[in-house]
């Protein structure tokens, strides 16, 4: 027996075609969603806080159940995702109301909650992973705590009927890993079992950058059409080897190099990759190209979990105020660094009061800072992009105000954006702790 899995995204903002493309011709018996980053749910209380009319769940959820929903319904094909953020019912609400628009009344939605612990985080945790502080040095401005859970109520979830399951915070492996417990009923003490469908969760949670998104680097790694990225399928066998693939005629490129990148992207020790299920250990595995596009991964090795789920802890930081400016023409490079000279006085003019301030000329200084070379010859054009960190938003707004003074009091030839946007953010940092596991329990409701 073998059940074919599709990544329908890699992160809240990927592209939405493939997902419908690998929906319709993929003959899938799973798609999961993965659309969370470690700020997301921060940044959604943050939202929430600022706007009573958002959701709380991913904004393109629509968008994308628009797009798949016809072909999963005749298909048969099962969809996990956690794009319910902050509020997994509200997002399984919204998919009822499409699936019975669509005229799919006998299609289950469930939603997965319990993740989001902040009131109750400053008894859970203790301390700070990456200070060693104690947790309460960040009582007075947290605003999220989110644990990651495991596949424990997913799969909960799929054996009583689900169609569709929405979640919270869940570690990204996990959608993927409990599709695979729940359709080979595997126990969850068979630590190489759980390792393995975790580790193929983790080649397919970030979508196109295992088929060669993001790792296209002309003339020394080409990818045909990247246009067209198809994104990944995996077709899984009861012991937990599995084939990749993605739809045929599309772009991108499926290889044991794509593969390798996705294997140790964000993993710290590839022999001790902790996840809430299980810890994998990849440098086990056997990686084999068996025909164009086709990847065969096996031997993965498992121990067992830790008895902790990590926790993401948002915390207000501040507030940045960002803007730019332009030159282009002789000179424009030196019009630049006046331009930055004068800024920086008219900040003291002002008495801005701030924790950062950074002022970058894009194409000359802006990523490496002073690392960077100095230009072989003057560029023809460059934008002055200056940005302040401060505690408070009053403080933060003065970086507009003086960059706006630029257009009619700054120097020959600046060029100046009429503001089409907010230019102050709130800075959300995203802190880490550890939690005992039988402390935070996920919830199925279902619609």
Known sequence: MTIRIGSGSGWWGDRITPAELSAREGALDFLCFETMAEATISTAQVRARQDSSFPGYDTYLEDRMTAVLPHCIKHGTRIISNQGWINP???????????????AHDWKVAAVTGSVITSDIQQLGTTILETGEPLSSLNQDIISAEAYLGINAIVEALRNGADIVITGRVAD??????????????????????????????????????????????????????????????????????????????????????????????????ANY??????????????????????????????????????????????????????????????????KQIIRERFKIVGLIAEDIRMDILGVDAIH?????????????????????????????????????????????????VPFQERVREVVGIWSTLVPKERVVGCVTYF
Not at 89 to 103: F, N, P, S, T, W
Not at 225 to 251: H, Y
Not at 279 to 296: L, N, P, S, W, Y
Not at 312 to 331: C, L, N, T
Request: hydrophobic fraction near 40%.
């Open 89 to 103: 019912e509200g997002a399984a609400r919204k998919v009822r109301e499409m699936l019975d628009e669509l005229g």
């Open 274 to 339: 902790i996840t809430p299920d299980v810890v994998v250990d990849f440098t086990t595995a056997v990686i084999e190209e068996c025909g164009k596009d086709t990847i065969r991964v096996s031997n993965i090795s498992g121990k067992p979990p830790t008895d902790t789920y990590k926790v993401s802890i948002g915390v207000q930081e501040g507030f940045i105020g960002e803007d730019m400016f332009f030159y282009a023409g002789p000179g424009a490079l030196q019009k630049a660094k006046l331009a």
């Open 369 to 417: 800072g002073a690392a960077s070379p100095q230009p072989q010859c003057d560029p023809y054009e460059v934008a002055v992009r200056i940005a302040a960190r401060c505690r408070s938003k009053s403080e933060a707004l003065k970086v507009g105000r003086e960059v706006d003074g630029m257009a009619v009091s700054g120097i020959a030839s600046t060029g100046k954006r």
């Open 173 to 270: 492996p996990s959608l993927f890993l409990s599709a695979m417990v729940y359709s080979f009923d595997w126990p969850v003490e068979d630590h190489t079992l759980l390792a393995r469908g975790s580790a193929i969760g983790h080649l397919l949670e970030c979508g196109a950058q295992l088929t060669g998104g993001y790792f296209v680097d002309p003339g020394f790694k080409d990818v045909p059409d990247p246009w067209n990225l198809g994104f990944p399928i995996a077709e899984v066998d009861s012991d937990g080897n599995a084939t990749f693939t993605k739809v045929d005629g599309t772009g991108g490129l499926l290889n044991r190099q794509t593969v390798l990148e996705q294997m140790f992207y964000e993993v710290h020790d590839p």
